[in-house]
Antibody, heavy 124, light 109 residues
Framework: QVQLQESGPGLVKPSETLSLTCTVS????????WSWIRQPPGKGLEWIGY???????NYNPSLKSRVTISEDTSKNQFSLKLSSVTAADTAVYYC??????????????????WGQGTLVTVSS | SSDLTQDPAVSVALGQTVRITCQGD??????ASWYLQKPGQAPVLVIY???NRPSGIPDRFSGSSSGNTASLTITGAQAEDEADYYC????????????FGGGTKLTVL
């Protein structure tokens, strides 16, 4: 059974770079694609981006200029870097395994499983 | 603003049926997935695609889609179904970008 665990600093200063790692256990990171999702306190979910084991990425257009998602296959981990953070980036950050399939010519994606999430606060 | 629109709050009497909807142009081209989230916990997948349930999800949860609307139906709502529910799908760009609905808080009375 695949499990995911986020790790990284819980406090980041404004204008600095937020860095988080997701460690995947119980399965190979090379077998699926992966995603980061965040949730500001008291608000809804926001998709951040995908990392495909081909090395390609897709990012939320609203964050694209500041986001990098990459992987370390030797450690079975993938990471998130978000630069030039502000208080608006304060959120619980989740990593998740992503999958896609097609039925009747319509694609669909889903996230399962998810990590437990880690709160990152941006404050001086 | 989100490309997927959900009612902020819905209520249902214990044991009754409730439908939670998600509207957006991209849903004409893509199916949605649905997640429930209880306070302090990570979201959990409950429905994906046309109407697929992960193992361990009760069969009172079902999904459907028509036009620009995806729906999650709970038939015989239980107290433990009280949670926030989010839909997810691709956006309208066709570039495999994701988008979540704003979420629906379900209260079981």
């Amino acid at each position: 059974q695949v499990q995911l665990q986020e790790s990284g600093p819980g406090l980041v200063k404004p204008s600095e770079t937020l860095s988080l790692t997701c460690t995947v256990s119980g399965g190979s990171i090379s077998s699926y694609y992966w995603s980061w999702i965040r949730q500001p306190p008291g608000k809804g979910l926001e998709w951040i981006g995908y990392f495909y084991h081909s090395g390609n990425t897709n990012y939320n257009p609203s964050l694209k200029s500041r986001v990098t998602i990459s992987e370390d296959t030797s450690k079975n981990q993938f990471s998130l870097k978000l630069s030039s953070v502000t208080a608006a980036d304060t959120a619980v950050y989740y990593c998740a395994r992503a999958s896609s399939a097609m039925y009747s010519s319509k694609w669909y994606d889903w996230f399962d499983p998810w990590g437990q999430g880690t709160l990152v606060t941006v404050s001086s | 603003s989100s490309d997927l629109t959900q009612d902020p709050a819905v209520s249902v009497a214990l044991g009754q049926t409730v439908r939670i909807t998600c509207q957006g142009d991209s849903l004409r081209s893509y199916y949605a997935s649905w997640y429930l989230q209880k306070p302090g916990q990570a979201p959990v997948l409950v429905i994906y695609g046309k109407n697929n349930r992960p193992s361990g999800i009760p069969d009172r949860f079902s999904g459907s889609s028509s036009g620009n609307t995806a729906s999650l139906t709970i038939t015989g709502a239980q107290a433990e179904d009280e949670a926030d529910y989010y839909c997810h799908s691709r956006d309208s760009s066709g570039n495999h970008l994701g988008v979540f609905g704003g979420g629906t808080k379900l209260t079981v009375l």
